[in-house]
């Protein structure tokens, strides 16, 4: 069965300055967790880099053991004769610095300590997990990337991937994403770090090895669940169907379904994430913005080299699709080559993990485009 | 000096056995806080009755006091020779049931302890909000009202009087809202009052006299503000700007303006709300339902027999337009005179509290159709 894979590691940055993080901090030694499926090509130029969101992981195709009944989750996508074939393409994908998936994050042992560093890890940004991703690529003897595709927090870093490495690959294909994260973005994401840090047995961070913050960051995931969703999605899965008897609804321990989802939702993230991990990559999104130590995001823009397909989702409350389209004409104007597709679902900004058959028909045509020129 | 006002009060339900909540709870004896602007006339049949959203009070127009800075929430208005004109209407707001601003809530004491109900207060409804504003028209000799006007809950309360005193009124004007609340309002709501509920401030509501959950009842309120204005206004008003030196972004104690604007609004609304007030108002939304009751929505529409005036707001992401656009076309399939207008603002969910010249040029139209009728 050769779905099945293995979540590996490499360690770098053994030397505290070998890895200078954008805020000027130091960290090391850093360890990436990842996955490959596929075999790079002697030239090393037929791979392809899927970047995850906010609470994802390397592990974004196939399956971890024979009895697994969850497979990676962007597998309807990847795999032999899919639309990323591994057939073909040699597909890398790793968790983000600064998360709790195998990568280095505030989770991890600080080596100064030899306990978890907390919040003593330093600000990390979406630029620097794309330089660590950048290592491990060069360590796996990666010369070149067909495609850099991700969405939400991973189409922040295939942005940034075009503006930092832009002869590096053929193509970058951001999903639900914004070139600089948006005020209301921030917002939302404030208002779920303060919900973890609000909660006492946060403990500033410090509350390892216990189970931590469980009901702050459970009320964070429940407040981002809203946003990554649709009323028009809501509407019609729960509308107001309330989850018991009809006269209990005037009782404050009833709940509507819509309710009893998000409860389900944040209990479920809080036995698999953690809170400090969750505060540090909504904070790295806070700090998006591909324009940053250049003088102006048309200089950002004027780097790029690659073809740039945007993917906008058509019900995505919380990165509205006029964000890529005024980034593809951005593009356009800078002589770019560029191109803005709309997905259009009821799924909201979420739809690039659930329709598969949808964003797949878009993106397979993309591929087509690359082997044809690739012939 | 004619616009100094003064807030009054009505108290009624002595007995027990006289106000029998949409519950099934009784309460009483039930204090209701408001104020009035202009003149009865004779025949009882000249008032207009205004309604206020979440955290309002019956203060919507005049001053307290001659040297008060702030006028009454819907001042620009509401007054002499304004929109709604008091030369010309006796208009009356009051506090809803569950508020803190003078109408029994859960702060107000509870008679048979002494100390205030907290979470002992019955959970009330906007049916109920409405059906004490009745006894308060009752009181005051109001026999008959031209316009009942309120956005966001208050139009929630405009429609419940529709349905619920169909022959009371010549028009109703809902601005913001919906016949029945969405999944995705009950969802904000339920993440706020979870925010509350949470800080361990709260003490399950029996907080009385300290100061209750202020970083809780914050919390609720930032995220609240989020829903209540607009994308495109943050974009605008504060971008990505940063609150202090650059390089300070990297830092978890920095700040972008919008953070801090954030925080500015919830440390605000600390200081003039009760926090057990805003979970059952919170809870009262969730319940709006005017078909609750009826055999169907349907049912409950067929029995209005005034003009309904929808007002929805292009950019309000709480109550997307389609919400009151839709309503609209309901109630003129049913053969009832309804109209809706769009009111086009970047302001968000709060513009019905902002844009005072585009809301009094719309509602002017309909005051002027009004009196053009009378005579």
């Known amino acids: 069965m050769d779905r099945l894979v293995k979540t590996q590691k490499y360690t770098f940055a053994f030397s505290p300055y070998e890895f200078v993080l954008e805020s000027g901090e130091k960290l090391g030694p850093i360890t990436v967790a990842y996955e490959t499926y596929g075999t790079l090509n002697q030239r090393g130029d037929n791979a392809v880099l899927i970047l995850h969101a906010l609470t994802g992981s390397a592990h974004a195709a196939g399956y971890h053991t024979p009895g697994d009944r969850e497979p990676g989750w962007w597998d309807p ?17 790793s968790n983000v610095l600064g998360s709790c998936y195998g990568t280095t994050g505030p989770a991890s042992i600080n080596p100064r300590t030899g306990k978890p560093y ?6 990390v940004t979406i630029r620097d997990m794309v330089r660590v991703q950048k290592r491990l690529l060069d360590h796996l ?5 067909i495609a850099v595709i991700g969405g939400s927090m991973g189409g922040m870093q295939a942005l940034e991937w075009a503006v930092t490495y832009p002869g590096y690959m053929d193509c970058v294909i951001p999903i639900a994403t914004s070139a600089q994260l948006t005020p209301q973005c921030i917002a939302f994401n404030a208002v779920q770090r303060e919900a973890i840090m609000q909660d006492p047995d946060w403990c500033g961070g410090d509350y390892y090895p216990g189970p931590g913050p469980v009901r702050g960051l459970a009320l964070a995931r429940m407040i981002g669940m809203i946003t990554y969703k649709s009323d028009e999605l809501w509407n019609r899965r729960f509308g107001r169907d309330f989850g018991g008897p009809d006269e209990k609804c005037f009782d404050f321990s009833g709940r509507f379904e819509i309710e009893n989802y998000l409860h389900y939702q944040g209990d479920k993230l809080v036995k698999r994430f953690d809170a400090n991990c969750y505060i540090y990559l909504a904070k790295a999104m806070d700090l998006h913005d591909i324009a940053r130590g250049y003088d102006s995001l048309e200089e950002a823009l004027r780097r790029i080299r690659s073809i740039v397909i945007c993917i906008g989702i058509s019900s995505d409350i919380l990165f509205p699709p006029y964000l890529l389209r005024q980034l593809v004409e951005d593009l356009l104007f ?13 799924h909201g900004h979420d739809a690039f993990l659930v329709e598969f058959e949808r964003l797949g028909a878009i993106l397979r045509q993309f591929f087509l485009a690359i082997e044809a020129v690739a012939v």
């Open 77 to 93: 996508l990847i795999g032999p004769g899919k639309v990323i074939d591994t057939n073909r393409y040699f597909v890398v994908c």
């Open 118 to 123: 907390g919040m003593d890890f330093p600000t």
């Open 141 to 145: 003897g990666v010369k070149h990337l």
């Open 334 to 346: 800078l002589g770019k080559r560029a191109k803005y597709v709309e997905l259009k679902s009821s």
